[in-house]
């Protein structure tokens, strides 16, 4: 094809702005629905923004019912509960408040209601046979980006294994968007969140299939991310850094679902699945030792990302320029506390062969990275970041 040629698509209807939750009614209303299946998790309950959310739709005259068991890296059955719950209610508008898992298992109850069956018949590609009920995503964090993307992603304790629903039946039908909700993250969960958007941003940017269009969403939700995790890991009552999280983090969102990610996803993956590492902490491990290895062959994208870095790229050689954008994600970890390694999450150092073999599979975002990865090339970056240092886990309890 020549010439200028790109696709975009994305969740059709959002609202962003302070207080926006308030719109909650409105919106299941605009969308026809009267009985609403609210899908949280028990830290979004405790922080009270289900109760604050129910007392809206309640407001607004709805009917409402809560399933609020949905687990970080949500198993495949917490999605197949939900869904029942849906049914069993009648519910016809699904809402997911909460961090990634939640908005998640509430974009896959809504094709499960109406399509039968179970999560796992529709892990994959375009497996969904035909549209769900209306679904809204009120996100809580400011990093899976899931409330513009058409993914939800499930983990299978059995097989050990993490995968996505892919299907375009996935994109919500509105998105609310609140900083305000984003207030009561605790720093390290800040941090890690808010570094998965920015590893969202990066990895679309670099990534295969990156076009015109999605490359501003990227670069911009870097720089937004870049210049506002640090206050807002710092001063967590700052609204401006806030906003501007949650703010890049959607557009590195729309990055991410028209342009994909790379092999930091692919790798951050079996953690997820092995060892239940939160997916933005086990990327934060993982980003600076990926970018080391892809940094030769996307010189120029690596130039743009140094000067969203602050860096004074012109007289600079790019080799130079790739060196200190890697150096900068270093210091970034460390600045909002996230400079752990493999060893510090319990990952056995004998079976990072069989990591590598399952990083693999997660075969879209390898194909993807900017530059080929092998095995080998797997294994020598999770023994990079392996180390040795002590951490607590515990810290990284999802809200
Ligand atoms: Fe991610």
Redesign the pocket.
Known sequence: MIGLEFVLRMTPHVRFGRGAIKYAADGVKELGGKRVLVVSDRGVQKVGITDRLVDILRGGGLDVFVFSDVVPEPPVYVGDNAASMAKEVDADVIVGVGGGSAMDVAKAVAVLVTNGGKVEDYQGVNKVPSRGLPKIVIPTTAG?GCEVTWTAVFSNPEKKTKGGINSPYLYPELAILDPELTLSLPPLITASTGL?AF??AIESYIGKAATTITKLFSISAMELIYNNIVKAVQSPDNIEAREKMLYGSFLAGVALSNAG?GAV?AMAYPLGSFYNIP?GAA?SILLPYVMEFNKDVCVDEFKDIAYVMGEKVDMMPGWEVAGNVVDNLHLLKDKIGLNMTLSMLGVEWERIPELAEAALKVDRPIANNPRLITKDDIISIYEEAYGVEDFEEEDFEEV
């Open positions: 899976t998965d590893t969202h990610v996803h997916h990327n």
